[in-house]
């Protein structure tokens, strides 16, 4: 479910984008706006934690390492224990 709240412009952006309230299963009621190429909606509290996740963790791993650990948990929302497949 996403409730459309308004065009928003953040500092340094050349033109405003339609910002849409929603609800993350870890953190509740959020706000943001649509990301992507497939346009999807993510929580930018998972982002933060997802991003200091990733530098701490997966600082110095191979590409496809980081790709399995980050495609998983951009759509998801967690991290599946994937290692050993590629």
Do not use: T
Not at 3 to 25: A, N, Q, T
Not at 33 to 56: D, T, V
């Amino acid at each position: 479910m996403r409730k459309y709240i308004g065009h928003f412009m953040k500092d340094g952006w050349k033109g405003e984008v339609p910002f849409y309230l929603f609800k993350c299963r870890k953190h509740g009621y959020v706000i943001s706006h649509e990301k992507g190429f497939s346009k999807e909606l993510r929580c930018p509290e998972c982002e933060k934690e997802f991003k200091k996740e990733w530098q701490s963790v997966n600082a110095g791993q191979s590409f496809p390492d980081i790709a399995v650990s980050i495609v998983p948990r951009l759509r998801h929302g967690y991290v599946p224990d994937v290692r050993g497949l590629i």
